[in-house]
């Protein structure tokens, strides 16, 4: 990321202090919290950068708008990298069968809540280079719950994977939180904090992988380390690690379970 557009997104991000937002549910755990400010941060964003900034599925149905010579069959190569097109793609019969009439739809397992292009692409003709997908995580400021799921971190995975398979093996993308620290009254939810958290920042080996919970990547944005200064390539090959790493750990003990139980079923003579 540019210098200048890392101080616009730190200065969007501090434009949600003290902002408020109406209570729209009585409970607010987990991701009913954050869905209150997607919307007021996605509008800060476009305040701040303008017509470089797209939704999700925006941003799908702006690229397949912008190039209408391309065939069907051809959409997702406008997504550029491999690793971008893995996370960004609605799959590739939806892309082939979409059309003006019957464009993408918000879904609430998009990877990004808002994309950034680079200046000087905002057209989106051509193939896309360089995005920086951008997500809300929040947390109540008066509970210390478990932290907030990030992203999966299969899918993760599968996106470098897709980048391995045509070396160089290269990054040029970014996955960017914005951070959020609220309070909640009877009628109305106040931005407390804010933060701006990098993910390929965040040192490989602490990251948490809730294997319980679809594979999720859970950290507090507003405690992780932001200390990793290698390059978002290096990242993921560490993260790769990292992941085939609890993958054995996490067999290891399945497979000693298994044999504790076998070894009971033995003893007691069970066919």
Known sequence: MEPGD?????AAAASLVSRTVKRQSRNLAGHAGAV???????RALVQTFGSRVYRHYEFLNNVFRANPEVVPA??????????????????ERASTEWTK???FEMKQNDTAESILVPAGTASLRGMVHDPILLD???????????????ISAKKLVDAFCAALHSPPFELPFEIVYIAVKWEASKTCIVCRESKVVHLFKVPPDDIYINWAAATQIQFSPFEVSQAFAGTPASWALAFMRTYCDQIRKRAAKQINDATRIEKLLDGAGAP
């Open 6 to 10: 890392q101080k616009l997104l730190e």
């Open 36 to 42: 209150q400010f997607e919307d007021l941060a996605h």
């Open 74 to 91: 051809g959409r997702e190569a406008l997504l550029g990298h491999p690793a971008v097109a893995h996370l960004l793609s609605r799959g």
């Open 101 to 103: 009439e019957a464009p």
């Open 136 to 150: 809300v995580k929040s947390q109540d400021k008066t509970k210390n719950g478990q932290p907030p799921n990030i």
